[in-house]
């Protein structure tokens, strides 16, 4: 599986209240979606225009701060198509893949990163993500955590019905 779509890049650290303000926190999607980025320095105003298709960068530690699902369920909302990082926190990366979200680590971006906007390619057969010159390893996904992913998320995974 290859998954291609323009960078949206973070940096090390980056707590959940940042990314998803705690004021935002409801059971309805509009509300949760219009909390997207409101407290990232530099990305406040940026958080209601379109990222159908892109794939967060991002450093260490992200997602960092927080257990509340719609932390990670706010970037589906959004358009996320996947995101790849130094590290994650493990709440939030777990709220991810059970989302379906595709969340990978890959150590070199630590050293190198792609533009704001630079198209990136997450190559799940090679375990790589890619962009301009750059060819970075990602950890190999859990073959248990692909199998959630294909079938969109634990839920569906589990045969339960969203609500």
């Known amino acids: 599986m290859n998954l291609t779509g323009p960078a949206l890049v973070f940096g090390d650290e980056i707590n959940t209240d940042e990314l998803h ?29 379109p990222f159908e298709g892109a794939i967060v960068v991002a450093g260490r530690t992200f997602g960092i701060g927080s257990s509340r699902e719609t932390g990670a369920r706010v970037f589906r909302l959004a358009g996320i198509r996947a995101l790849v990082a130094v590290s994650f926190a493990r709440i939030f990366h777990r709220n991810l893949l059970n989302l379906g979200l595709l969340a990978v680590t890959a150590p070199g971006l630590a050293t190198v990163k792609p533009a704001d906007g630079e198209l990136v390619t997450v190559d799940l057969a090679a375990n790589l993500v890619r962009f301009g010159p750059h060819a970075l390893p990602i950890e190999p996904l859990d073959p248990h ?17 969203e609500r």
């Open 21 to 49: 303000p705690s004021r935002f926190y409801s059971l309805d999607d509009v509300r949760v979606r219009s909390g997207f980025l409101r407290a990232v320095e530099g990305k406040e105003d940026q958080g209601q225009r």
């Open 145 to 161: 955590w692909r199998a959630v992913l294909d079938a969109g998320g634990l839920a569906a995974y589990l045969g339960i019905e």
